[in-house]
């Protein structure tokens, strides 16, 4: 009881809809269901667990994840930290139960229940860890770090990762703000927009590591088309080296973090070099594939000062320019600094997508093939 009220009428105070006796497997509850889901709860003394599901709900999952932490609900002081316990239901994609402790169930907050309420959520291995504190479980599961719901019991896993800077740069990606040059704890994200999207585009100089669940540790920085680094297996003292594809990382690693064993086997995969180069735009430079590149130069707009810079492999840079009122026409050049001059010409769409492949294809600056070029001479003090 709560101030002489019984647990089994406080819970139904302000809720949707009763909550009535059951029984789910060999526990008894009070099972409510209304516009907003199911909730079972089920009453262990002076505490109360709850269980919800607004999509998918089935008394077979519930049985399995009342069992998985039946030894631990009773447990005088479960602090803190959560508590993952392995399920295995047929058809579910879901196979560990996270208990939550009173005082850090989402369910309970700002309720008579908040010091006494407990919470039992189904996830998949690759989404949580065994012992963590619940401030570093909750942006995953229950906020929107992992772009999940966890009461949608239909939904397919989302492997983490927690990615740290191993540089000092100052500012950019995983940084607090633009000034730091560390970052107090990792960043809790989805493995696969750090593996697919952040590690293939990774500006000169990061370095990041990236964790997944079980402490698989991936060590990488971006060498033009190519990821370096090593990849530590928990329990190993060995380290493994990885010399990927940049855009590979996912197609190789996502297995992985998704909770499988690693596969030496994926690191063999042989690809061609990547045709690519640097685009430099207002905030630095940035790896883009000749596509990319051409899409770039499709979409700049003809207006005066619209412009484009590319860098290549061996750091010869082609850079084009809208110029001029009216109807602008677009100046390509390529800087000579130790000259301090620029030669080139205006040029259609076409040819200036001519240069850019190949600077991309053949590393080569190849202005001197469009003929009747012009030596613009630097003032002092440019360039």
């Not at 907003?36 to 599901?53: N, S, T």
């Not at 570093?136 to 989302?158: M, Q, Y």
């Not at 996502?254 to 685009?279: I, K, N, S, T, W």
């Not at 051409?294 to 619209?306: T, Y």
Request: proline share 7%; hydrophobic share 40%.
């Amino acid at each position: 009881m709560v101030d002489g009220v019984p647990l089994a009428e406080l819970i139904q105070e302000g809720r949707p809809g009763p909550a009535v006796p059951a029984r789910v497997g060999h526990h008894d509850v009070l099972v409510e269901s209304s516009w907003v889901g199911v909730f079972v709860y089920q009453i262990r003394g002076d505490r109360v667990l709850v269980i919800h599901a607004n999509k998918g709900y089935r008394d077979d999952v519930v049985g399995a994840l009342l069992d998985a932490v039946d030894d631990l609900a009773d447990a005088d002081d479960l602090g803190s930290i959560v508590r993952l316990r392995p399920i295995e239901v047929s058809g579910f994609a879901l196979d560990r139960a996270v208990l939550l402790g009173p005082g850090h169930s989402p369910f309970f907050k700002n309720t008579p229940f908040a010091d006494r309420g407990m919470q039992v959520i189904p996830v998949h291995r690759s989404e949580a860890v065994d012992g963590e504190e619940y401030e570093a479980f909750w942006p995953g599961v229950i906020g929107k770090n992992l772009a999940v719901r966890h009461h949608d019991w239909t939904r397919e896993p989302s492997s983490r990762a927690d990615v740290r800077r191993l540089d000092d740069g100052k500012g950019g990606v995983y940084r607090h703000n633009r000034h730091s040059r560390s970052s107090s704890k990792p960043a809790l994200v989805k493995a696969r927009m750090v593996l697919e999207q952040d590690l293939p585009v990774l500006p000169d100089d990061v370095r990041l590591s990236v964790m997944d669940t079980r402490g698989h540790d991936l060590r990488l920085r971006r060498e033009w088309d190519r990821l370096r680094g090593t990849l530590q297996i928990p329990g190993k003292a060995q380290v493994i080296d990885v010399d990927i594809p940049r855009r590979s990382a996912w197609a190789v690693f996502g297995p992985l973090f998704g909770g499988a064993d690693f596969d030496p086997a994926a690191l063999e995969v042989q690809r061609p070099p990547e045709h690519m180069l640097m685009m430099h735009r207002h905030h630095g430079h940035h790896p883009v594939s000749l596509e990319e590149c051409l899409e770039w130069l499709d979409a700049l707009a003809p207006i005066d000062g619209n412009d484009l810079v590319f860098v290549g492999r061996s750091e010869g840079v082609v850079q084009m320019r809208w110029q001029g009122p009216g109807e602008p026409r677009l100046w390509l050049e390529t800087p000579e600094p130790a000259h301090h001059r620029s030669r080139g010409r205006y040029v259609t769409r076409d040819e200036a997508a001519t240069m850019i492949q190949a600077l991309a294809r053949e590393d080569r600056v190849a202005v001197d093939d469009l003929g009747d070029l012009e030596t613009v001479t630097w003032n002092p003090g440019t360039g």
